[in-house]
């Protein structure tokens, strides 16, 4: 059993783990959780997945979310101030 790098829960060996989700250790429930906060980061952040350097700034947040990398420099779209554009 390995467990979840976010939740810390126990994620069984038999589980049909999404292949990006095991790059992180973490379960499905998590995993469904960023694919969530991606879809928000994207739009928020107006990103364009056919720019290489705004598929990057995917993966750092991507790797935040997951704890893997510290939050420096990135805007918390988490918090309801850092999203909206209108007001920075």
């Known amino acids: 059993m390995v467990k979840c790098i976010r939740c810390g829960n126990e994620v069984p060996d038999s589980i049909d783990w999404n292949e990006r989700a095991k790059r992180y250790n973490s379960c499905n429930n998590c995993w469904n959780e960023w ?21 990057q ?9 997951f704890g893997v990398e ?9 918090r309801e101030e850092e999203r909206v554009p209108d007001k920075r």
């Open 35 to 55: 694919v969530k906060y991606s879809i928000m980061v994207i739009n928020d952040l107006r990103l364009d997945m056919s720019v290489a350097e705004h598929r």
């Open 57 to 65: 700034l995917l993966k750092k947040y991507e790797r935040m979310f």
């Open 70 to 78: 510290k939050l420096e420099g990135l805007r918390d779209v988490s």
